[in-house]
């Protein structure tokens, strides 16, 4: 196992194009740290600086208190499994699997108890002397897992790693990936642009955008308190419901928001560094909103379509006000397209955030301002 320390760490070309800057990230020794973002955000150069694979324009790294910036990538006691599993065609499952070992030297007796027993971990121990044109994708995927398990690394870096893999076979790859982690204890590196994945599977989950990290914490943390509106959209599926509005008052344990139409909402947020008159975006998740008025702030609308999961559905509707709105319902009920709707949602539900795109802390019940 690992720790990892960033500072300040930078990334550019030519000195000119920017690709990183500003990143701070500490990560602990065996935690599951899912870097994610939209493609072009700079995650997966930061793993690839993270190996050893692009040079440091600025900043310090550190693996294990021991500065790494000058380090080749062979000397980090890091391994990395790529997009693409990068097997040898003409080797064995075996032979991939103990390649970089014989290259560094190992004891053959040692090369073979380690390929055993990570092939044991993966359930490809029946695999070991097939070559990979007669593996599926998901196999292929374990052999390079393998392969980088068999180095026994201080830190195990992947990168999109289940991109190539069909729905189920994602999902089930996934679990393996997780059981990994458990079983070896490892500090791993997750980059992936799917923020399902990065939820199931991180410990911590670190969000970028544009070169620069906009928030790291809890996956439940990022999803309950998102730092900015980037992330509140980012974070979380269907991406959350956003409404222009305005502060109309501020109190003590909420502020009222004015919306375009004239109807005000309560949301339970600590409006106190914030005046009457301010324009702000109101969010709300899908799953947040109940099909009928349950709670204290109610919207009308009409349903544009509706998409059947089985277990729920999701209503696409425009509110009176024009605004589009998607609520998360009960799979069971019919409802059709064209229908009427009110759906409604508890003030503790909303999330504000203001001319900046930076969110007004939500108070919770009983966590008012001032009876910290």
Known sequence: MASVTLNNLSKSYDGKHQVLSGIDLDIQ?????????????GKSTL?????????????????????????????????MVFQSYALYPHMTVYKNMAFGLRVAGADKTEIDQRIRHAAQILKIDHLLD??????????????????????????????EPLSNLDAALRVQTRLEIAKLHRDLGATI????????EAM?????????????????????????????????????????????????RVAEDHIIVGLQDGQQVRADVDGSQHLPGEQIKLGVRAEQLAEAAL?????????????HLGEANYLYLTLDSGAEMVVRGQGDRDIRRGARVQVSAPPQAFHVFDKNGLALRRLQPGNVMGRH
């Not at 390079?144 to 026994?152: C, P, Q």
């Not at 911590?204 to 990290?213: R, S, T």
């Not at 709670?295 to 998409?307: A, K, L, P, T, Y």
């Open 200 to 248: 199931t599977l991180g410990d911590k989950i670190v969000v970028m955008h544009d070169g620069q990290i906009q928030q790291a914490g809890r996956p439940l943390a990022l999803y309950q308190q998102p730092a900015n509106l980037f992330v509140a959209t980012f974070i979380g599926s269907p991406t959350m419901n956003l409404l222009d509005g305005q502060i109309v």
């Open 130 to 159: 097939r070559l990979p044109r007669a593996l599926s994708g998901g196999q292929r995927q374990r052999v390079a897992i393998g392969r980088a398990i068999v180095r026994e690394p201080k830190l195990f870096l992947f990168d």
């Open 189 to 196: 590196v997750y980059v992936t642009h799917d923020q399902v």
């Open 295 to 307: 709670h204290s702030e109610v919207f009308n609308g009409v349903v544009n379509i509706v998409e």
């Open 29 to 41: 020794h065996g935690e599951f740290v899912v870097l994610v973002g939209p493609s072009g955000c």
């Open 47 to 79: 793993l690839r600086m993270l190996c050893g694979l692009e040079e440091i324009s600025g900043g310090e790294m550190q693996i294990d208190a021991r500065r790494v910036n000058e380090l080749a990538p062979a000397e980090r006691g890091i391994a």
